[in-house]
């Protein structure tokens, strides 16, 4: 059997629908996923975000140490939450 090989993410301008695949696979399914795109904000493709959302996801984008703090708070809340994050 092939393994399943996530697509590298560099950049904001790497995450699409096929590099948020794994989120949609999680058991189980998460509510919310948080994304850091680096030191600032990075507007994503608005059909990325909306097929996450049509499969129950929603998606908070912020850049990477304010992604980290609402991952934690939305943890400790104990909500269903995965984070993707680009390195400053």
């Known amino acids: 059997s ?5 697509p590298q ?3 904001h301008r790497d995450i699409s629908h096929e590099s948020l695949s794994l ?3 999680l ?3 998460i509510e919310i996923l948080v994304l850091g ?8 493709h608005p059909a990325t975000l909306k097929q996450m959302r049509e499969c129950g996801i ?12 609402t991952f934690n708070f939305l943890m400790n809340e104990r909500r269903m939450v995965a984070a993707g994050l680009i390195p400053p």
């Open 27 to 29: 058991e189980p399914q």
């Open 9 to 11: 993410v560099g950049s």
């Open 58 to 69: 929603a998606v908070e984008v912020q850049d990477t140490a304010n992604a980290c703090a």
């Open 23 to 25: 989120f949609r696979l």
């Open 2 to 6: 092939t393994p399943a090989v996530s």
């Open 37 to 44: 795109t680096g030191d600032r904000v990075e507007r994503l």
